[in-house]
């Protein structure tokens, strides 16, 4: 047993103690219970044992060198959230696409409070690469909504603040429930990293964010461009040939909006006729696809005629330059072709695109797995979104009687025939 003495004073020596050192109970001024200091996660600590009974005191002091000397001591760390939040989201950067460590980080910034200071956040977003008005840097803080937890140590996180901050977020914003459960994954995963490459130990050792309840999405509503509709929307671009062979893509390929835009000379095989959808580094940016997985896209024969066609205007790394001849910003480009459609009188967009070509195969008749591979996402995704148009699996699983002929239906017998004659203003002859 450690000299308790020496933890009491804090003159700890890291050789010869065990992680968690015990003093004997004390009271402290003022008080009727006993306490107790301990030297745990490396910091001195005074913990309540919850009595005012020096003999019970003892025992349980007794119980915790028990656990310190086998399985640990389960005492709460204290360690600053701010801080830790902005280690979250540089790790975030390593193991995420950016967009998406983007994504996470401003809910955690949301949740917990925006860093304090007037310098830009750990994920700006990076410049010289597209133009961008010096406000919008801005959007990239979150917003105080009076939704963040006050608190300063990540072990006073409970449940019930969670809760009541995605609360107040549907209140104030309208968020759905596919929203809710972003943000829920996000405050679970930030609580088990912080547990296991951080050191955080939450009373309990519960992460807070388990217990919070995961709410039902609905069924997601497919908005989708007839054959009408897409000649329509292409012809509505035609004073526009870069952009009307850019919604020509989205539409017969079923690209992202991302894929596209980080499309290169090399990726549209018109030999082959393939699109390649593939990591690669321009100009000194990396991008991986979403699912981090390759794919190709075959080249429709109505894809086909528009890619022949067209010429970039500018002598560029990119298959699809900005006006400026750099990489196009997905925002700057979703923005751009709203304006063309407005003044079109049409409202669709790359999502709507994208759903075309999912709805359009599946009533062509495609199977499943088939559009999951072209569009990169899993078959449960397709089931998901176009299972109204898929075609039946096995048409003939619900048969299992095949008479001969339909059955005839079985005449009325009418008990009493002369009512039924004389409702009929027919004449009854008794047979002799």
């Known amino acids: ?33 006993y306490y107790v200091e301990i030297w745990s996660h490396g910091e001195r600590r005074t913990l309540s044992l919850g009595t005012d009974n020096y003999g019970i005191a003892r025992t349980r002091t007794g119980q915790l060198e028990n656990d310190a000397r086998t399985s640990g001591l ?40 925006a860093p304090a200071g007037d310098g830009p956040p750990t994920l700006a977003p990076r410049r010289g690469l597209v133009r961008r008005p010096r406000s919008r840097s ?32 549907v209140e104030q914003r309208g968020i759905g429930p596919k929203t809710w459960n972003e943000y829920r994954g996000v405050l679970h995963r930030f609580c088990e990293w912080a547990a296991v490459s951080a050191g955080v130990v939450m009373p309990g050792k519960i992460n807070p964010a388990t217990a919070v ?9 497919i908005t989708f461009l007839n054959l009408t509709q897409i000649r329509e929307q292409l012809a ?3 004073g526009h040939p870069q952009i009307q062979t850019m919604v020509a893509v989205y539409i017969y ?40 997985r390759n794919r190709k896209v075959s ?34 480009f979703s923005h751009r072709l709203a304006d063309l459609n407005r ?42 979104h176009y299972a109204a148009w898929l075609p039946s699996a096995h048409p003939e699983a619900v048969e299992f009687d095949t008479p001969a002929g339909p059955v005839p239906m079985a005449q009325p017998v009418v008990a009493n025939l002369r009512v039924e004659a004389e409702r009929r203003g027919l004449r009854v002859v008794r047979a002799e």
Not at 308 to 324: D, G, R, V
């Open 1 to 33: 047993m450690s000299n308790p003495a020496a933890v009491a004073s804090g003159r700890v020596a890291n050789a010869g103690f065990s992680p968690c050192s015990l003093a004997k109970p004390f009271r402290k001024p003022g008080s009727d219970n």
């Open 74 to 113: 389960n005492v709460p760390t204290r360690t600053e959230v701010g801080p830790l939040v902005e280690r979250f989201a540089r790790h975030l950067v390593v193991c995420q696409r950016r967009k998406s460590a983007q994504t996470d980080a401003y809910r955690l910034r949301e949740c917990f409070g």
């Open 138 to 169: 801005a959007r990239y803080r979150p917003k105080e909504y009076g939704c963040a937890l006050k608190i300063r140590y990540i072990e006073q996180v409970t449940t019930s603040m969670l809760v009541d901050f995605l609360t107040k977020l």
């Open 213 to 221: 309840p995961t709410r039902k999405v609905d069924p997601p509503k």
């Open 236 to 238: 509505a671009l035609a």
């Open 253 to 292: 390929a079923g690209l992202r909006r991302e894929e596209l835009l980080w499309l290169t000379p090399a990726d549209a095989d018109l030999e082959h006729r393939v699109i390649h959808v593939r990591a690669k580094t321009v100009a000194g940016r990396s991008w991986r696809p979403k699912t981090n």
């Open 299 to 332: 080249i429709s024969a109505a894809l086909f005629s528009y890619l022949q066609a067209y010429t970039s205007p500018n002598e560029t790394e990119w298959l699809f330059p900005s006006p400026e001849g750099c990489w196009w910003n997905p925002d700057n």
């Open 343 to 384: 003044k079109a009188g049409l409202e669709w967009s790359c999502a709507e695109y994208r759903h075309t070509f999912g709805t359009q195969l599946a009533m062509a008749g495609r199977d499943e797995r088939t559009i999951a591979e072209l569009m990169g996402n899993s078959p449960a995704i397709v089931r998901r």
